[in-house]
């Protein structure tokens, strides 16, 4: 088990080494490059998480209001377009990224 181990570490070793050669690094150094994944920020999902993060701020001024014994009649509908909000953005984030919501 060991030599086979060992063989096949001597084998990658050689191939990182003709790799890197001289001659072949600026074709490594682009097929490197190129298999690198599209990490380009998608301005829709960055849009959703800034507005569930603001109505996550507002929802917890919602509560602090009440708490401090604002009348829940004046705050009930503002807490639904706040909810409205955050369930639609959270609906853009799943569209976007391929999964349910409630996942993240």
Known sequence: MKIKSLRFELEQAATLGTSFAPHHVRETIKA?????PDIS???AAVAAEQVIH????TLTRYREA???GTDPTLVAPLDHRNSSSTSRSASTLQARRGHPADEQ
């Open 32 to 36: 490197l490059h190129n298999a690198q």
């Open 41 to 43: 920020l998608d301005s």
């Open 54 to 57: 603001e109505c996550d701020t």
């Open 66 to 68: 009440l708490e401090a």
